[in-house]
């Protein structure tokens, strides 16, 4: 059932690891461990040797409170896991209250702490059973309050996590061992900056179990993350742990933010990124750092909504701390229209010499690398951006092709309280579609006949115009407009196929073409044909008004 706040609920953050001593006791010296810092300095270039655009983001704990009117929990130094938060020194209530749109942070290193703890670090299993614990928490507390007008049962909360705290989350929600009290239930959605769901890889190789200072096991993907996230079967089956059943959560409710900076991730004098290497944010590798469904037979099912932004793990350029992130955060967890984009092929035409090679008999191998980026109507700022200068591409082998025709490329979630015209009934947003042509192979050496570095097969840019319908029983309404060497605004018609919840389908066909002699459009060899699949539907539709 609904909650009459719906969609602003509970908001519980939960930080990423540390791991120095020092390191935790900073953390613990933070009352919102992180997640208050904000950034004057914005790099949106891969040159990181350019001077950075000034650029002023308050942190996401000012921007939930100045946007969307949340509060944070403390009251009187106070804590709302400490006792004296409902009651003081003299046993007599405080008359504190806790409201729906509450930020509530939690500090699981306090018990590791020099300051506030023994100097022990928990192990991860013991910060899931305090996650559970917390919103049990903050379920009795908003239930408690009558102005909130919440029952038990109808109570929901998000959870909003960085890096390791990613892992935290996930141990809670899907080993029922370690949800003590049997909340998980009460979880709306889960939102994930950096995590490194499939562990962290160090010079090609996953970190080891024995490997157990200062906690870095939580990383290995082979023994310790199995067993934390109750995933041991699944693991030996898939050879992964990036994985969340679908009985325990289900993944269309996850969000999983990417990182691809890898050059202003300074941690360590800057070794953790070359350790790491290309196609990371420093710390974690891009493959690592989405997640899949399991269904209850042990198969994967969908891959969670995914977005890369050109950011760091951490930092004055991090993730965490940026407008990219804060929007793809809000517009997920508060947003109306969600959009997920796939890339079907239908065709790749290799050039006529190569393809006379193919038909010869010899291989003939090729990497294709995907470009896109988009970004809603009237902003200044990428939702998702993934280019080839970045490391964040999506690729097809040629002698894959077939098999790999459908590719999930990104999610795109539109807020109508974000228009820059309210009164427009349509929401929107722009994207760039490249494919780059490849270095192509015959017999594994390189065929550099006719190839001009940084070519694409395919480029060009798309506007995708949607009208959700006004009352139950209406169709969608979609347009669209290739931009090719001009601005168009979205002017054909889609016919929309009607898929399962709610759902529908669109789809934009693209061909590479030329002009030919007779002024008219004919295919290209090499080229690529294929479709834009959009799959929409709306987005908290239990949202108040």
């Not at 001077?51 to 983001?57: E, G, L, Q």
């Not at 979880?187 to 870095?216: E, R």
């Not at 789809?507 to 690529?528: E, H, L, Q, R, Y």
Request: glycine content about 8%; overall charge neutral; charged content about 25%.
């Amino acid at each position: 059932m609904s909650t009459p706040h719906a969609p602003y609920h509970p908001i519980i953050y939960v930080r990423g690891y540390a791991m120095s001593r020092g390191e935790i006791d900073e953390t613990t010296a933070d009352p919102f461990c992180g997640f208050n810092l904000g950034s004057t300095m914005y790099r949106a270039v891969p040159n990181k040797t350019d001077r950075p655009r000034k650029y002023v983001f308050e942190s996401p704990v000012v921007r939930l409170a100045s946007e969307y009117g949340y509060q944070d929990v403390y009251e009187d130094g106070y804590d709302i896991v400490d006792p004296e938060w409902e009651a003081d020194s003299l046993g007599k209530p405080t008359d504190n209250k806790l409201g729906s749109r509450c930020i509530v942070i939690y500090r699981y290193y306090d018990a590791a702490s020099s300051y506030l703890g023994n100097s022990k670090t928990p192990e991860i299993e013991d910060f899931a059973k305090g996650l559970s614990k917390l919103v049990a928490r903050v379920r009795d507390l908003v239930c408690k309050n009558p102005e909130n007008k919440i029952k038990p049962a109808d109570f929901r909360c998000y959870l909003v996590a960085h890096s390791m705290g990613g892992l935290v989350c996930r141990a809670f929600l899907q080993n029922a061992a370690l949800d003590t009290e049997k909340v998980v239930q009460h979880v709306d959605k889960f939102f994930t900056y950096a995590t490194p769901h499939n562990g962290i890889d160090v010079l090609g190789q996953n970190i080891p179990s024995w490997l157990s200072v200062n906690d870095i096991s939580n990383f290995d993907r082979d023994k310790r993350m199995p067993a934390y996230l109750d995933l041991a079967a699944a693991a030996k089956k898939h050879k992964r742990v990036d994985l969340i059943p679908e009985a325990r959560f289900p993944s269309r409710r996850v969000f999983t933010l990417v990182g691809t900076n890898r050059l202003d991730y300074e941690a360590a004098a800057g070794m953790s990124r070359s350790f790491v290497g290309h196609g990371s944010d420093g710390l974690v590798k891009i493959e690592n750092a989405t997640l899949c469904g399991l269904d209850a037979k042990g198969n994967i099912t969908d891959q969670c909504a995914k977005a890369f932004v050109y950011r760091a793990h951490s930092g004055y350029f991090g993730i965490v701390n940026s407008e990219e992130g804060y929007q793809n955060l809000a517009r997920f967890l508060f947003g109306d229209v969600r959009v997920d984009l796939w890339l079907e092929i239908d065709d790749i035409r290799l050039p006529d010499k190569v393809q006379g090679e193919a038909d010869a008999g010899r291989a003939v191998n090729a990497l294709y690398q995907i470009e896109v980026v988009a970004s809603p109507r009237g902003k200044l700022w990428y939702l998702t951006r993934r280019t080839t200068e970045e490391d964040s591409v999506a690729c097809v082998a040629h002698a894959n092709w077939k098999k790999d025709s459908s590719l999930y490329l990104s999610s795109v979630f539109l807020a109508n309280r974000a228009k820059v015209n309210p009164r427009r009934k349509s929401l929107a947003y722009g994207m760039t579609l490249g494919v780059r042509v490849p270095d192509y192979e015959i017999e594994k050496r390189l065929w550099l006949n006719e190839h001009f570095e940084g070519g694409y097969l395919y480029r060009n840019a798309l506007i995708l115009e949607m009208v959700p319908p006004a009352n139950e029983g209406d169709a969608w309404k979609v347009k669209y407009a290739w931009q090719d060497a001009g601005v168009s605004m979205a002017d054909t018609e889609i016919a929309a196929k009607q898929l399962t919840s709610g759902r529908i389908e669109v789809s934009v066909p693209f061909d590479s073409s030329a002009v030919a002699t007779n002024g008219k459009m004919k295919p290209t060899n090499p080229g690529i044909r294929g479709r834009l699949r959009f799959e929409i539907e709306g987005w908290n539709p239990d949202a108040a008004d």
